[in-house]
């Protein structure tokens, strides 16, 4: 595989993002932003440790006193414990039932809506999986998997920065300019895997500044991110894609008959 462009941190499992430091926002609460969003995104699972102080320090250029103004804050929520000599770990659960759906049907609906968004590939690129990758992928951390990242956009301008993580070895060709012409679900199903399901979860977050960039939108605005985990017909998780896309542009709609389908729209 070949990398096309360098692409901004939230687009590269667990690094940490920038800062907008001529932004309204304090500094502290910028960094809370960033970690809670990694926490609840599952980037950092229930257990995980969190940066110390010195490390939140130094990865963001700040003094250890807004560091620990962060973790503080985080504690406080209920995202992480903080205990002497032990340090700082996730405590975060999700709580949510999820909805049933038709999976052919919600497939054939992101498929129509690839279609119908035009699309800049910025990496494609074999690399060895992060932690955080390889657990929702069910691999060994370090095993390669495929991540492709990609830039949805309208005729009103960037519409959704669209990150996916594929195991490795299910002969799908995945290029720059497959991408380009054919969702990579579409990919997939060309390859013979058959999708035997799918777990989305979406939530709101802030945009970090290097996310804002390539959206056109304002450093810590509001951001739609829909993870989806898919699954072939034996339950294993071939494909992990995570989408941030604008919330004024980008609403999900879920027809609740028992025919009902899920449909992404955009406007």
């Known amino acids: 595989m070949t990398a096309v ?25 910028q960094i809370y932003l960033t970690l809670r969003d990694e926490i609840t995104r599952g980037d950092r699972p ?15 250029d700040v003094s250890r006193i807004t560091a620990r103004r962060a973790l503080d804050e985080l504690a406080t929520g209920g995202f992480v414990e903080r205990r002497r000599r032990l340090g700082t770990h996730v405590i975060f659960r999700a709580a949510s039932k999820p909805i049933e759906a038709n999976i ?12 119908n968004t035009a699309v800049k590939v910025l990496e494609v ?4 999986a992060s932690e955080a990758t390889a657990q929702k992928l069910g691999l060994v951390e370090g095993e390669p998997a495929i991540r492709a990242v990609r830039l949805r956009s309208t005729s009103n301008g960037p519409l959704g920065l669209i990150v996916s993580h594929m195991r490795a070895g299910l002969g799908v060709s995945v290029t720059p300019e497959r991408l380009t ?11 013979g895997v058959k999708i035997g399901g799918a777990v989305q979860t979406i939530e709101a ?20 991110h829909v993870e989806r985990m898919v699954e072939d017909a034996a339950g294993v998780t071939v494909l992990v894609t995570n989408a941030y896309y604008r919330a004024d542009r980008y609403r999900i709609t879920l027809d609740m008959h028992e ?8 406007g």
């Open 259 to 266: 025919q009902g389908q899920f449909s992404p729209k955009f």
């Open 104 to 115: 052919d049907q919600a497939v054939e609906s992101l498929i129509a809506f690839g279609q």
């Open 205 to 224: 977050m802030v945009a970090d500044p290097e996310m804002a960039e390539r959206l056109q939108c304002e450093p810590r605005a509001a951001v739609l």
């Open 125 to 128: 690129v074999t690399e060895p």
């Open 5 to 29: 462009k360098r692409v901004p941190s939230i687009a590269r499992s667990g690094g940490l993002g920038q800062l907008a430091r001529d932004a309204a926002i304090p500094l502290y609460h």
């Open 181 to 191: 012409e054919r969702p990579i679900l579409s990919l997939l199903r060309d390859a």
């Open 46 to 60: 229930f257990g995980s440790p969190v940066p110390t102080e010195m490390e939140l320090a130094d990865n963001y």
